[in-house]
Every structure is written in C-alpha cells, then in structure tokens.
C-alpha cells in the first residue's frame, strides 16, 4: 500500500530557529513529491521535487529530495511567526494522477 | 490566483439529506480532484477525474457520487448525509504537461447534524 509519512507531527519553535520537517514515502511509480504549506484554508503549492539532489529555494525555504532513501526535507531558516502552518507532503504517482497525502506537520513559531 | 472556486463555502444539513458540492474551474484542465481533510486524517481522496464523463473512485469513496458533464465542473454528492461525512472538502485541478503542480480551492465546510 502506497504511503506518506511526515514527522514530527508538531513541531514548537522560537522565532529565528531554523527547522527540518521529513517526509518518507513508500509509493509504487513515483513521478514527484510535493510541498504545501496550509493556514486554515486551502494548500498552497510550495515546492514540487522530481530529481535527487537538486535543492530548490524560495526565500528562507528549501527543500531537497533523495530518491534512493525515498525521503525529502522542507528547511526553514530564521522562522518567523507568519511561517507557523501545516505543511503537507504529498507524492504524485506515474500514469495514477491523484496526490497521496501525509498527514502534515504543525509548525507553531513563537515570538 | 487560479480559476477554481469552490460552492458553498459552508453547509449544515441534516442526516440522511443528500448534498451537492459544486468545484467550478477556469482553467480548461483536464484532471480534477475531490479530497476531504480530517484531523489526524490529512486529506484523503473521495474522487477524482480525467475527462468529461471519465471519473474514478479513490481511497474513501463510500458514501459519494460524483459526475462531470463539463470540463469546468466537477460535483460531488452526498446521497444520504451521515455524520461521519462532517469535513472539510477540498477540489484540486491539475494541468496536462508533466511539470503542472496541483492547484486547490478554498474548501467547503460541511457539517451533518
């Protein structure tokens, strides 16, 4: 069975801090792995990763996919209050077009 | 933002009602997607299409029905209301080429009382 796991499930930071959220994933046909970030209304698209190694950067944000241990990470340097949110990972399969979902990581950052 | 706008944006029905969500895209893509959101749950997939009258079950289908008579709306429904139906419910589009990201809506608040 297809599956998405994100650790933590929480995570309480200072503002400054620098975080790492995980995401592994056991998924036949893998195409691509996705990140969202989620403030009480819809996802919104942050990163989309489809080769090892390459980092993608927005800002304070990047994240990296490693396709031969199946995992990929979101950092976030110098967090600051308006980054606390959910952040989903997702990975879309080949042919099958529907994401697969982990269950998200709640970031709250306190100033 | 992107052409996709989801109605209503909240519901209270009754057990046992049937129920019409309504995702209407601009966009002209083919592939279009219903998800509920849970706590605990994340978002999980009820349906999803990739065409006019082309339409697939996901991993949490029972209970719902869904149609698409046009390119740019996709309907969910609800038969018979149950509790258990009390989410969140997202609508998602995707484009044609390989490198399209996933766009969602801004979700419909369903309560089932």
């Known amino acids: 069975e297809d599956k998405v796991v994100q650790s933590p499930l929480s995570l309480v930071v200072h503002e400054g801090d620098t975080v790492t959220l995980n995401c592994s994933y056991e998924?036949?046909?893998?195409?691509?792995l996705l990140w969202y970030k989620q403030e009480k209304k819809a996802p919104t698209f942050l990163f989309m990763l489809?080769?090892?190694?390459i980092e993608k950067k927005s800002g304070r944000l990047s994240s990296i996919l490693d396709k031969k241990e199946l995992f990929s990470i979101l950092n976030i340097t110098a967090t600051q209050t308006g980054d606390s949110a959910v952040y989903l990972c997702?990975?879309?399969?080949?042919?099958?077009?529907?994401?697969?979902f982990g269950k998200g990581t709640t970031l709250s950052v306190s100033s | 933002d992107a052409g996709i706008t989801q109605s209503p944006r909240h519901k209270v029905t009754e057990t046992g009602t049937p129920v019409t969500l309504r995702c209407h895209q601009t966009?002209?893509?083919?592939?279009m997607y219903w998800y509920r959101q849970d706590p605990g749950h994340g978002l999980r997939l009820i349906h999803y299409?990739?065409?006019?009258?082309?339409?697939d079950k996901g991993e949490v289908s029972d209970g719902y029905s869904v149609s698409r008579s046009k390119t740019e709306d996709f309907l969910l429904t609800l038969e018979s209301a149950t509790s258990s139906q009390t989410s969140v419910y997202f609508c998602?589009?995707?484009?044609?080429?390989?490198?399209?990201?996933?766009?969602f809506g801004s979700g419909t608040r369903l309560t089932v009382v």
């Open positions: 998924v036949t046909n893998f195409r691509s």
């Open positions: 998602a589009i995707r484009g044609d080429r390989e490198g399209d990201g996933y766009t």
């Open positions: 966009e002209n893509h083919r592939y």
């Open positions: 299409s990739y065409g006019v009258k082309d339409t």
């Open positions: 997702a990975v879309a399969r080949q042919a099958g077009t529907a994401l697969i």
């Open positions: 489809t080769s090892s190694g």
